[in-house]
């Protein structure tokens, strides 16, 4: 996969009308529908910005939800046009529906230096489907397509891809960042290349495990997951998480590893509880877990371990929590991981979702090179998928 893409430092914007794919997919009180956290709107404020400076005249649209081709008053962008213009100190013309005769006259009339908001996206379920009839008429009201929405790059949805058919395709600040840094980590990474891989299941990360093990030099494994590498390798593993169907696959990937000289790092003591809670008593266990335990950490051996692992490392990638770090006391792993990342000197990579959550939680938010802004983009990223957001931008 390219990710070398042209970007808008790559075309004349000035007087032209700009398609801008942003994610304002913003957090919201569910009964006054206030915007709880604004950081995704200050996010795109480079990109829009800069647009703007440069005398483009610029037509926004996001998502919002999942009003599943619904018209949702809650879900109305209206409250993100309002809060944009507060950021932007300009009026952000807020269009009341998608492709429809508001939009397009207010399209028609928008002049360079302006912006306006579409209704959500979403509202229409032509969006997710890539109807190319919704795709064609969101194009035709603008001259070029920007993707700043990394986190909806893996769908190929109408405003994502499908418009990229009918406009030349550039990224957005944030798009570029999260490719350029994500990118030569994968391509061309400062060595040694550590992957640092948590989470509840082994099934959701078979594809980036099978696609690091062609990239990496260390893997080390935590979480949930662990437990049915344990248990392929024949540890007792008591009440731990276990995807049983995924056994054979467990030991496949110990065996691959081996053979390619990757270390394949598994956890070699826990915390456990007798049952799933943030009141059990947390019980030290090392090498097999008691039949009536579930191991709910990693434990200090392992930390120590993993801790010397990641220690001159030149890049690191992480994605998934060593434990149920939404419990305190089984967030030990976690948060010495995110301290050992912060501490480490190195590249540092963190995916979207619950390890970007940790470390902010955690306060190492600032330590950390790059986190990334898509959970499920910055995975299939990890996997080496094609995604549909990027490939059909203009190659560099
Ligand atoms: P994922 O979405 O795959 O990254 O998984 C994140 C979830 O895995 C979090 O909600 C964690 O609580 C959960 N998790 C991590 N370690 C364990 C564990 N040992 N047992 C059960 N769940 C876990």
Redesign the pocket.
């Known amino acids: 996969m390219n990710y070398n893409k042209k970007t808008i430092y790559d075309v004349d914007v000035k007087g032209k009308k700009v398609l801008l794919r942003c994610d304002f997919n913003v957090p919201q009180n569910k009964e006054t529908g206030e915007i709880t956290s604004d950081k995704r709107i200050v996010a795109a404020l480079p990109t829009i910005k800069y647009l703007l400076d440069n005398g483009a005249a610029v037509i926004a649209c996001s998502h919002l939800g999942k009003p599943k081709g619904e018209w949702k008053t809650k879900l109305t962008l209206a409250p993100v046009a309002k809060h944009l213009s507060e950021l932007l100190g300009q009026e952000v013309i807020f269009a009341k529906d998608i492709i429809g005769e508001d939009a397009q006259a207010k399209a028609a009339a928008l002049q360079g230096g302006q912006i306006m908001l579409l209704e959500n996206l979403r509202f229409d379920i032509r969006e997710e489907k890539n109807g190319a009839d919704f795709a064609k008429a969101l194009a035709d009201m603008a001259e070029i397509f920007v993707s700043d929405a990394f986190g909806t790059v893996h769908r190929a949805h109408a405003s994502t891809a499908g418009v990229a058919a009918y406009l030349p395709a550039y990224s957005g600040l944030l798009v570029n960042k999260e490719l350029s840094i994500m990118g030569k980590a994968l391509d061309d990474p400062k060595r040694p290349f550590v992957a640092v891989l ?4 082994v099934s ?2 078979i594809n980036v495990i099978n696609n690091l093990l062609e990239k990496a030099d260390t893997i080390i494994i ?3 997951m662990s ?1 049915t590498f344990l248990k392929a390798q024949g540890h007792e593993i008591g009440k ?2 276990l995807e049983a169907d995924r056994l054979d696959y467990a030991s496949e990937m110990i065996e691959k590893a081996k053979a390619k000289g990757v270390k394949f790092l598994l956890p070699v003591d826990h915390l456990c509880a007798a049952e ?1 809670s943030a009141e059990a008593e947390a019980v030290a266990a090392e090498g097999d877990i008691p039949a009536d335990m ?4 990693i434990g200090p051996k392992t930390i120590e371990a993993y801790s010397a692992a990641v220690k001159g490392a030149g890049t690191i990638v992480w ?8 419990f305190d006391k089984f967030a030990v792993g976690t948060k010495a991981m995110a301290k050992a990342l912060a501490e480490s000197g190195a590249v540092t990579i963190v995916g979207g ?3 970007a959550a940790a470390v902010e939680k955690l306060g190492f938010a600032d330590k950390i090179t790059h986190i990334s802004t898509g959970g499920g983009a910055s995975l299939e990223f990890l996997e080496g998928k094609e995604l549909p957001g990027v490939a059909c931008l203009l190659d560099k």
Not at 198 to 201: D, Q, R, T
Not at 294 to 297: I, K, N, V
Request: aromatic share 10%; net charge negative.
């Open positions: 948590g989470g509840a299941k959701d990360k935590g979480g949930g437990y731990s998480l799933f579930m191991g709910m950490d994605n998934g929590p060593m434990g149920v770090f939404e979702g619950d390890s």
